[in-house]
């Protein structure tokens, strides 16, 4: 069983389009994130949860929209796609349970064209 | 990020020790953290410290932790092709989030 799973993995959009990348964990975590990492591989967190509540929320777009409907769940709604925006973006789950790591997904391959 | 220094790039010969460097600002620190990443693929957690250490070992990886000068090292000992790969540093406070380095491209050359 994956840990913490992303659907989908590959996604090729065009400009202004709306997506969503979803993002469940199995693992009872609290606390889910959302990672971009761009072009360059640089790596920086976007949003954190904690119990279905929004605790961190860098410097994002507001086109950018994080929900969680229940503590297993952090989907991520992106809206007027822009060419900017191709990314990976990873999420992750942690939780007191285990201890220091944090697990991250596979990845979304994102690519507006 | 601006908050954790990498070097970009390493090659390697196989069968070497390679050493990875890694810098951060941040001295309320909690925990450091190396990441593997290959082509295409996903975030691989190799190991990670606790920032009132100043070694750790597993199997191939060391870890050393100079927290004077804020200052963490990854050794891979007897490096293999499959060890060529992007490897980040991060560092994280006492809300888990992690800073992450640029990320060190590792190339193991035959």
């Known amino acids: 069983d994956t840990a913490v799973s992303q659907t989908p993995k590959y996604l090729v959009t065009q400009m202004g389009n709306d997506k969503s990348i979803k993002c469940e964990q199995n693992l009872g975590h609290d606390t889910m994130y959302w990672y971009k990492q761009d072009s360059k591989k640089f790596l920086k967190i976007m949003f954190s949860y904690n119990n279905k509540e929004l605790i961190i929320n860098e410097t994002v777009p507001n086109r950018f929209s994080p929900k969680s409907p229940d503590k297993a769940h952090l989907n991520l709604h992106i809206n007027s796609l822009e060419l900017g925006d191709s990314a990976v973006y990873f999420c992750?789950?942690?939780?007191?349970?285990?201890?220091?790591?944090?697990?991250f997904g596979e990845g979304s391959w994102l690519t507006v064209v | 990020g601006e908050d954790v220094e990498q070097s970009l790039f390493l090659s390697v010969r196989e069968g070497d020790s390679s050493v990875i460097n890694c810098t951060y600002t941040?001295?309320?620190?909690?925990?450091l953290y190396w990441y593997k990443q290959e082509p295409g693929a996903g975030l691989q957690l190799l190991t990670y410290?606790?920032?009132?250490?100043d070694m750790k070992q597993d199997q191939r990886l060391t870890v050393l932790l100079n927290k004077k000068d804020k200052h963490l090292s990854l050794r891979i000992a007897d490096t293999q092709t499959g060890d060529s790969a992007i490897y980040f540093c991060a560092e994280s406070m006492h809300d888990y989030k992690l800073s992450f380095g640029a990320g060190t491209t590792v190339t193991v050359r035959a």
């Open positions: 941040d001295s309320s620190s909690t925990y």
């Open positions: 992750a789950s942690w939780g007191s349970l285990s201890g220091n790591t944090i697990y």
């Open positions: 410290i606790f920032s009132n250490m």
